[in-house]
Structures are given as C-alpha cells and as structure tokens.
C-alpha cells in the first residue's frame, strides 16, 4: 500500500525507517519530511496542517493511510476531516479525532477527563485573566513549588515550576493577562507539585482493545542534572529500569484500562497511540499529561525495539482488530541521545553542515532538524538529530551513542552528555 507520513522530526523519521521494513508498503511518502527521510521515502513539501493540500497529495497518489506524527494536526481535526469527506472517508488515519484529542490540546480537558475516571492525578485548579486573583489565591494553599501549565498547545514548553510563591503569582500573570505562551495561556492549570522520578508509558488503540508498547524516560531540560530551560527533549531510555513488573502492573490496571474504557464511555473515537507522561510517587503512579501522538525522542527508543511489522499494527487499529496482535519486543535496552543547535531553546542559527555521518557504526542516527539543501546535510531546527543504539543495559547501549557521536560535527554542536545519570 502506498503510505503518508505526516510530520519533520526525529519521530517521523523513526516512523519512516520503521514503516519502510514492512512488506506491505509499497511507497512511502513523508509530508514536509527531513534529511533523513528523504533517503528512505519521498519528501512533499506540503505543510501538516494544510488539510486541502494533503487531500491533494492523498488522491493524486493514492495513499491508503495516513500516520499523523505532530500533535496539531490532531488537535485541529484532520481524522474528522478524512471521515467527512467522500473521497477520503475509506483511507485509514491513525490518530485520534479531534474530540479525543482534547486530552492533548486542553490541559483543562484532561484533568476533567482523569478526575471523571478516577485515574490518579495531582489535585488542580484552572484560572483564566477574570479571575487571576483567585489563581494567586490558590497559589496560597499550596506549598512550593508551584506548578504552571499552558492550557493549549505550547510546542512542550508552556509548563513552569517555580519555588518562589511571588515569582509564581507573577509569571500566571504573564501567562494569562501578557499571553506569554499568546492563545495556549490564556487559561492557566495551576497543579500541586507531585515529587518523584518521571517515565512514560505508550499505549496503541484501535477504540476498543489495546496494547502497552514498552516505557521510556526522556530528558527534558537543556542543562546537565536536569538543569535549565525545558526542550523538546535531550534524550531517551528504554525500557525504564526502575519500572518493575509489578510497577508495570499498578500503571495497567489503574491508568491504562480506566484511559482506554474512559475514551469509550465519553465517546471520544481514538485510534492511534496514547502518550501516559507519569510519575513515580514512592510505589505509585500518577499521570502527569496525556499526548495524542508518540513522544519525541521517546519514539527514536521504543519504535527500534519493536519487533512486530508496524504496518501490520495500523492496519489492525484501523480495522479494530488489534486483540489480534501479540506485541514483540527486543529485550535490549535502546538509548538515543539528542545533538542540538547551540543556544537552542533559545535563539539558534540554521544551516550548519552536519559532517561524519557516513563514519557511524553500531548506532542509528534518526535526523530531526536537518535537511538536504545543494546535495549538503544541514541543520534547519533546534533538535538536530537523534543517535540511538542498543546494549545490554542502558550504559552499554548509551557508550556506544557517545563513541559515534565524536565522529559527527556541525558548528556550535551540543548534547547532554549525562543521559540516564539518575537511574
């Protein structure tokens, strides 16, 4: 069948490398794409959310599905989209509709829904500019830190935990009354601090059965020791290994089944992967967020110990038939390791060669930022590219992404060298 990935990061270049094994696509096209993926697939410069261009692209070269990668697609309704057109109806989308995909787009709405299940969540309050003096006093009630979060999408960086009570109260007035994260701030999540260690958990959904793909822990901060402005991520583990089976089970039985029974009784059509962000508060976990779409480099982890054909496995949530499918995993431990443009998050130049690729042995490099441009790999984002490699443990599977790290280069180059450093 002939396949359309939507999306330009890491993840869709992992979804492409993984896409382009199976037997069962026959062309693969990726809609805008990257350097990397336009080794393995053919990139359409077409944006993910230009919904009358992809229709194009669909019918002219008759696609038979669609895997959207990025969260805004999603949250501006592209299923819902396919399935009320007449020509589009028959392709299958994997990803949410748009009312599912709230859970992701609203902050607001996923709490309600968390609350409404009884899936273990930290207690909460929302607030928008009228009434900015009560968020500042149920800032009062609670001990620091203090927890801010975006209401809409902030491309991962609308959440702030700050100790200082004052500091709290002056940063949810930028949010809501100078719309620091512009539209996403201006309803406001005000959450008490929950205290452990973070991992997330991958679900894959056709509506009624489900299937728990393996955990993963990223990186989110900039700096060493988790120091610094919050990024799109700097790196990933997998599997986690303080998450023990029983742990494993308390995440099943308490968080996926009330999320996937939850989807149904609310009637919100899902078909596609659940992202679970939890932590670990002493044995138990809590949800943090939940995300309508795989992570970002978590997938750069989980989708190269996957065994299964994962064009078989969309067919299935497209079918509802994944009670179907046994999951196979590689029992190793996968790592990958982010290199970023210097300055990133902040402000970063762009188009910097990117040198030492061919040298890579033993590790996948999976591009991110980057794109062909005069037969050149260059840099064009801030999260550049995604270096993952396999071991027998994390150590051994991370010392294998350093070593070929040191063969790659681009101007202003930076990396977190201390991925894994609290497990």
């Known amino acids: 069948m002939n396949i359309l990935i939507l999306g330009s990061g890491g993840r869709e270049h992992t979804f492409a490398w993984k896409i382009t094994q199976s037997p069962l696509c026959k062309s693969l096209y990726v809609a805008p794409g990257n350097s990397g993926t336009a ?22 070269k008759g696609i038979e599905m669609v895997v959207v990668g990025p969260e805004d697609p ?4 592209i299923h819902d989209y396919f399935l009320n057109d007449e020509a589009l109806k028959h392709i299958a989308v994997i990803g949410p509709e748009k009312a599912a995909a709230e859970l992701e787009g609203s902050k607001e709405f996923a709490k309600e829904f968390m609350y409404r299940h009884n899936i273990p969540t930290a207690a909460y309050q929302s607030f928008n500019a009228l009434n900015v003096e009560e968020g500042y006093a149920f800032l009062e009630t609670l001990s620091p830190p203090y927890v801010l979060k975006a209401d809409g999408l902030a491309a991962g960086k609308g959440v702030l935990i700050l100790n200082d009570l004052q500091e709290a109260k002056t940063e949810l007035k930028n949010m809501l009354v100078d719309a620091k994260f512009g539209d996403a701030s201006s309803k406001v999540v005000i959450e008490e601090f929950l205290d452990g260690i973070e991992l997330s958990c991958f679900v894959l959904t056709d509506g009624k059965n489900y299937k728990i793909l393996p955990t993963a822990k990223d990186y989110k901060r900039i700096g060493e020791g988790d120091t610094g402005l919050n ?19 308390k995440i099943e039985e308490r968080i996926v089944k009330p999320t996937i029974s939850g989807l149904q009784k609310d009637n919100l059509p899902y078909k596609g992967f659940v992202f679970i962000g939890l932590i670990k508060v002493g044995d138990d976990p809590k949800v943090i967020e939940y995300n309508v779409r795989m992570g970002d480099p978590e997938t ?5 110990r996957l065994k299964n054909d994962l064009v078989e496995i969309f ?28 300055g990133y998050p902040e402000a970063y130049g762009k188009g910097k060669e990117i040198s030492g690729l061919e040298a890579i042995t033993g590790s996948i490099p999976f591009h991110a930022g980057a794109k062909l441009e005069n037969g050149k790999i ?30 790659l280069h681009f101007d202003k180059m930076y990396y977190r060298k201390d991925i894994g450093f609290d497990l």
């Open 39 to 60: 080794q393995i697939a053919t990139n359409v410069n077409i944006s993910v959310t230009d919904f009358e261009a992809i229709k194009s692209l669909v019918l002219e």
């Open 74 to 77: 999603l949250v501006q309704g």
């Open 231 to 249: 990024t799109g991520g700097m790196g990933a583990v997998s599997p986690v290994p303080f998450a023990t089976s029983e742990f494993l089970n």
């Open 300 to 304: 750069e982890v989980v989708l190269p």
């Open 315 to 342: 067919q299935a949530i497209a079918n509802q038939t994944l009670d179907n499918i046994d999951i196979n995993i590689d029992e190793r431990t996968a790592t990958t390791v982010m290199l970023v443009s210097g």
């Open 378 to 407: 260059v840099t064009s984002g801030g999260r550049v590219m995604a270096i993952t490699s396999f071991g027998n443990d994390y150590e051994e599977a991370l010392k294998k992404s350093y070593q070929n790290i040191e063969k």
